[in-house]
């Protein structure tokens, strides 16, 4: 909401899609630097031009990073080209404090059996789209005391970290999930169960739906990369708890 508040104020400009910048508009803005996602390595042409006009291209590589609070530490590189260290350094600690503790209650717990638990949303063609055992989320979920249902997935060549799954595969294998978290950053936040199962009607069948343990995901966590902290936290308490309240980014579907 505040990015979208200041592009109407006129504080932040609209300079084209990262393949198709508008470079005069940013040669015109006396524009220093440039901040790419690793899209930027589709087109790297783009990177020439701009560094031929003088402006320097940092690429974000924290997608890359394979543990939650690495991806969280790159606040303290925004700190140091921002002229705001000590802000940087306090959210990262911060965030640290809630890994901390979350890792300390799971290790108060660790006698009982880890619940299960499928992270996945639903494509345009009817496949479930779930996330590969090494990324960053199943990892997110172990840590707050979970496991993640495709523990088997691994990874190939290309490093993709999701893929997609066939419903029937998907019912075969999170039939039995203890709990679902349906990703719905993609398709919009969801709200009811109902909305849910017109997605595919295999899902009555689930577990987790029989049992009440469906939640979503809120559109806002993968624009918030110091928020990962509080994710496990809300995760734990959603495995934990039998009514969480003031959850921030998951909330019961009903």
């Known amino acids: 909401?505040?990015?979208?508040?200041?592009?109407?104020?006129g504080d932040i400009l609209y300079a084209g899609k990262y393949s198709t910048p508008d470079y005069?508009?940013?040669?015109?803005?006396?524009?220093?630097?440039?901040?790419?996602?690793t899209m930027i390595l589709h087109t790297p042409e783009v990177k020439e031009q701009l560094e031929k006009f003088g402006i320097h291209v940092l690429?974000?590589?924290?997608?890359?990073?394979?543990?939650?609070?690495g991806r969280t530490e790159w606040v303290k590189l925004y700190g140091l080209l921002t002229g705001h260290e000590a802000q940087a350094d306090k959210a990262f600690a911060e965030e640290k404090a809630a890994f901390e503790e979350v890792k300390n209650s799971v290790a108060d717990e660790a006698d009982q059996e880890p619940?299960?638990?499928?992270?996945?949303?639903?494509?345009?063609?009817?496949?479930?789209?779930?996330?590969?055992?090494a990324d960053y989320l199943p990892k997110m979920i172990e840590l707050a005391g979970g496991k993640y249902i495709f523990n088997?997935?691994?990874?190939?060549?290309?490093?993709?970290?999701?893929?997609n799954m066939?419903?029937?595969?998907?019912?075969?294998?999170?039939?039995?999930?203890?709990?679902i978290i349906y990703n719905s950053t993609i398709d919009g936040e969801l709200g009811s169960l109902d909305e849910l199962l017109k997605k595919?009607?295999?899902l009555k069948d689930f577990k987790a739906v029989k049992e009440g343990n469906v939640w979503?995901?809120?559109k806002s966590m993968f624009q918030e990369t110091t928020c990962l902290g509080d994710v496990i936290m809300d995760i734990h308490r959603m495995l934990t708890e039998d009514d969480p309240e003031g959850l921030t980014y998951l909330y019961r579907l009903e």
């Open 115 to 133: 619940k299960t638990v499928a992270f996945f949303y639903i494509t345009s063609n009817g496949q479930a789209n779930v996330r590969k055992s």
């Open 152 to 163: 088997d997935l691994g990874t190939d060549e290309e490093g993709l970290s999701t893929m």
């Open 24 to 37: 005069e508009k940013i040669v015109e803005q006396n524009c220093g630097l440039a901040i790419e996602n």
């Open 216 to 218: 979503c995901l809120t």
């Open 59 to 69: 690429v974000d590589y924290s997608s890359y990073e394979p543990e939650p609070l």
């Open 166 to 179: 066939g419903m029937e595969d998907f019912y075969a294998g999170a039939k039995y999930a203890d709990y």
């Open 200 to 202: 595919s009607t295999l």
């Open 1 to 9: 909401d505040e990015a979208k508040q200041a592009m109407e104020a």
